[in-house]
Nanobody, 123 residues
Framework: QVQLQESGPGLVKPSQTLSLTCTVSGGAITIDYWYWGWIRQPPGKGLEWIGYIDYSGNTYYKPSLRSRTSISRDTSKNQFTLQLSSVTPEDTAVYYC???????????????RGQGTQVTVSS
């Protein structure tokens, strides 16, 4: 079955770029019509959808994060990557990658997710 696994640094300094990779096993990220997204949950807050990259490589981001967000993919490694620039302590969160059957901006549509990875923004 398809599985997702997040990886990346657990600590990022303010103003730097957060970079996380999601490695997908059990199914290609290029298969029609799957949408591969990033979601986060800050401490004490709810889940927040960040953006997705689709099976064709098209991307869509949450408008409030769009200027700082980039999602890309490496199809040879079956991975997709989140980059979030100019981070502040408010970007501290558990970050999840997930898969949706819909081009969705709702975290609840990303039913299949990785276990999540904690990222702390601190000097």
């Amino acid at each position: 079955q398809v599985q997702l696994q997040e990886s990346g640094p657990g600590l990022v300094k303010p103003s730097q770029t957060l970079s996380l990779t999601c490695t997908v096993s059990g199914g290609a990220i290029t298969i029609d019509y799957w949408y591969w997204g990033w979601i986060r949950q800050p401490p004490g807050k709810g889940l927040e959808w960040i953006g997705y990259i689709d099976y064709s490589g098209n991307t869509y981001y949450k408008p409030s994060l769009r200027s700082r967000t980039s999602i890309s993919r490496d199809t040879s490694k079956n991975q997709f990557t989140l980059q979030l620039s100019s981070v502040t302590p408010e970007d501290t969160a558990v970050y999840y990658c997930g898969r949706s059957r819909l081009p969705s901006v709702h975290y609840s549509d990303y039913i299949l997710r990785g276990q999540g990875t904690q990222v702390t923004v601190s000097s």
